[in-house]
């Protein structure tokens, strides 16, 4: 699906700007540039915390995803079933790339599989902890309401399973990166230069008008 896209500049990646301690946690200098925390978006920390109210244990490890963990990725849902099969595509992509054992796709609504579906796929498989990552680029209402009500309610059929809403994409300086390759690409379509890519596929929407 984002075949299209260039991958990421060094200068966004190397070790002299992301350097990774003996804990093998990325050590950002504080001159970085990478607009990630609550510190620099103004995300509420609280929100960023592992819940405790569903009896969890935290086996764990704090600082990265673990076997026990679940993933899921969670958009808005569309009456498109066309859209919705994208974000199969997308959390196809996810797990291949990072390896993550248990990584499953929801809709907030509109369409399945559910929070509910996501959550318990998840537990099915073993996870102990469920991150809920939202596929929203800013935080409003639905990160800030929808999604940690919808998965609070889900996490009651599993007692003992905690979970965390993980912040939406946010600021990110790689983001620039993903709009100047969609900008540039749908330009060398209009002009004859390239097919029209898997987004658009069949649409007839990129064209000048």
């Known amino acids: 699906m984002l075949s299209s896209l260039s991958p990421p500049t060094p200068s966004l990646v190397n070790r002299n700007r992301c350097p990774v301690n003996e804990t093998g946690r990325l050590s950002l200098p504080k001159s970085s540039k990478l607009l990630i925390g609550p510190r620099r978006t103004g995300y509420s920390s609280s929100r960023l915390r592992m819940s405790t109210g569903n009896g969890g244990v935290g086996m764990n490890p704090p600082g990265g995803v673990g076997e026990k963990d679940g993933v899921i990725i969670v958009d808005h849902g569309s009456r498109r079933r066309e859209s919705n099969l994208m974000l199969n595509e997308f959390v196809n992509m996810f797990r291949d790339k990072t390896g993550y054992p248990i990584v499953e796709p929801a809709h907030m609504e509109l369409a399945e599989p559910s929070i509910r579906d996501a959550f318990g796929a998840c537990v099915r498989q073993g996870a102990i902890r469920v991150i809920v990552s939202p596929f929203f680029l800013f935080p409003g209402r639905h990160w800030h309401q929808d999604i940690p009500a919808l998965t609070a309610e889900a996490a009651k059929d599993h007692?003992?399973?905690?979970?965390?809403?993980?912040?939406?994409?946010?600021?990110?300086?790689?983001?620039?990166?993903?709009?100047?390759?969609?900008?540039?690409?749908?330009?060398?379509?209009?002009?004859?230069?390239?097919?029209?890519?898997?987004?658009?596929?069949?649409?007839?929407?990129?064209?000048?008008?």
Do not use: M
């Open 159 to 209: 007692p003992g399973v905690s979970y965390i809403v993980a912040a939406p994409l946010g600021l990110h300086e790689l983001l620039v990166d993903v709009v100047n390759d969609r900008i540039k690409y749908c330009l060398s379509h209009v002009a004859g230069d390239a097919e029209e890519c898997a987004v658009c596929a069949g649409t007839g929407k990129c064209k000048l008008y």
